[in-house]
């Protein structure tokens, strides 16, 4: 653990305060994003893997542009990276991680970042998964947020210590199995961005005639469409669930449209029987 676990530190405008440093790997959208949030109450080192960043992006930003090997004084260290590029990420951060420092990453998977990053490093570094449920386009400041977390391989001072990172924020921190979480994102997610995906490729019209249910579907072909392509295909090709949500989302979509196809052509039976008598 760094000096810094020990000391009381005061952030601009907090009060005397816990600060921790903490180090962000990933400079997307996203890893701006929690780099901007966590420097309001700790410090913050940012590297990315592909990025070469020697400074701040501007003269507020809260936190530090760093080369890789600084994060050996963190006392957590968060990978903001795409799902898919979890194994060699962490393979080309491990020389840079010390001991007793809690590695958490934040994709929208859980089961397959967690076992390899578990089996990328030693026995004395921590693991806890997180998934933030918000992203740049939802977060809403000074707004309760939730964050799922995993704690795959901590001891109880160190999730202790997770906890006492994330107390002056408001978030709400809700634990469960990646597995669970894997199975409830399946729908929660994946479905939402398959929806929106396929929606965003229909001429979608009348916008100013449209009904508050129409509105929010066209809400969630802005929220979706803002996302990358990798980071929708990531989530479903690296869900276990995925795919089992497409099969019944597909076949629950065939059953309704055979559906209303036979009453349509009961209707029109009914109809041409009226008709000839």
């Known amino acids: 653990m760094s000096l810094s676990s020990v000391l009381y530190m005061q952030k601009r405008t ?5 600060v921790m440093i903490a180090g962000v790997y990933g400079y997307g959208r996203f890893g701006k994003l929690w780099a901007q949030i966590l420097s309001e109450r700790h410090e913050v080192l940012v590297a990315d893997p592909i990025k070469s960043i020697s400074k701040p992006v501007s003269e507020n930003a809260g936190y530090r542009m760093s080369p890789v090997n600084d994060f050996v004084q963190c006392d957590l260290i968060f990978l903001c990276t795409p799902i898919s590029e979890t194994l060699p990420v962490i393979r080309s951060l491990a020389q840079y991680i010390e001991p007793g420092t809690i590695i958490a990453d934040t994709c929208s998977v859980k089961q397959y970042p967690l076992e390899n990053i578990v089996a990328c490093l030693d026995e004395n570094i921590p693991v806890i998964g997180t998934h933030p449920l918000f992203g740049p386009d939802s977060y ?64 979608l019209r009348g916008i100013d005639y449209a009904t508050k249910g129409y509105r929010a579907l066209t809400e969630i072909v802005t929220q979706t469409g803002n996302d990358s392509e990798q980071l929708f295909y990531d989530m479903h090709m690296y869900n276990p669930h995925a795919q089992s949500m497409r099969e019944h989302f597909l076949d629950k979509t065939t059953s309704l449209v055979e559906l209303i196809d036979s009453k349509m ?13």
């Open 265 to 277: 052509s009961d209707i029109l039976e009914a109809r041409d029987g009226e008709i000839e008598k």
């Open 14 to 18: 907090i009060t005397i305060q816990y």
């Open 140 to 203: 809403q400041p000074n707004i309760p947020m939730r964050v799922i977390t995993c704690s795959v391989r901590a001891t109880a001072e160190q999730k202790q210590r997770f906890h006492d990172f994330f107390s002056v924020f408001p978030f709400t921190l809700e634990e469960m199995e990646p597995e669970e979480h894997d199975k409830l994102m399946a729908y929660t997610q994946c479905l939402t961005h398959f929806v929106g995906r396929i929606l965003g490729d229909l001429p």
